[in-house]
Antibody, heavy 117, light 110 residues
């Protein structure tokens, strides 16, 4: 059974940083691209970032480019999202997703990031 | 990248059919056959219901179906059931390794 367990969210001041983690199990992590998707409170979904199977290629939404960094550690079956220079509009639940083709086929339960002073 | 356009809400009685539209542009929905749909119950994570416009993952009931015409994709739920009440989001590949989601549609079972 595929399981994705996010952690690392919390309350942070504007301009602050966090590192989000996603522990993956139930599939061959090294064979799967991974993506982060976020959802602001009461709002819709927004694709944030993608990392390739090898970790050699990364992609970002314009809204986070230059501030967020996606990475992965295959030895730990863990996906990361380093979020820097946080703004109020980054407040959201951040979901880790397993990519398959052009779809997001499994989702974690999410971790909440709240940016507020 | 602008969000895809979905109706804010649709409703139907048990057993009826409802259709949710998802309108984009030739740069996303119209340009690729990579539209997917996600169901989200309150407080839960989204769940994949349809991918590549009309394919159903294993375990998704066949009352869920997808289609596309031009820049508009559609999700149809036939034989509406109480457990289908949820938010539904469309998503399209938009080129250059980017994706765009719709704003979401709340389905209410009357």
């Amino acid at each position: 059974e595929v399981q994705l367990l996010e952690s690392g969210g919390g309350l942070v001041q504007p301009g602050g940083s966090l590192r989000l983690s996603c522990a993956a199990s139930g599939f061959t992590f090294s064979n799967s691209a991974m993506r982060w998707v976020r959802q602001a409170p009461g709002k819709g979904l927004e694709w944030v970032s993608t990392i390739s199977e090898s970790g050699g290629s990364t992609y970002y939404a314009d809204s986070v480019k230059g501030r967020f960094t996606i990475s992965r550690d295959t030895s730990k079956n863990t996906l990361y999202l380093q979020v820097n220079s946080l703004r109020a509009e980054d407040t959201a639940i951040y979901y880790c997703t397993k990519a398959s083709g052009y779809r997001f086929d499994y989702w974690g339960q999410g971790t909440l990031v709240t940016v507020s002073s | 990248q602008s969000a895809l356009t979905q109706p804010r809400s649709v409703s139907g009685s048990p057993g009826q059919s409802v259709t949710i539209s998802c309108t984009g542009t030739s740069s996303d929905v119209g340009g690729y056959n990579y539209v997917s749909w996600y169901q989200q119950h309150p407080g839960k994570a989204p769940k994949l219901m349809i991918y590549d416009v009309s394919k159903r993952p294993s375990g998704v009931p066949d009352r869920f179906s997808g289609s596309k015409s031009g820049n508009t994709a559609s999700l149809t739920i036939s034989g509406l059931q109480a457990e289908d009440e949820a938010d539904y989001y469309c998503c399209s590949y938009a080129g250059s390794h980017t994706w765009v989601f719709g704003g979401g549609t709340k389905v209410t079972v009357l």
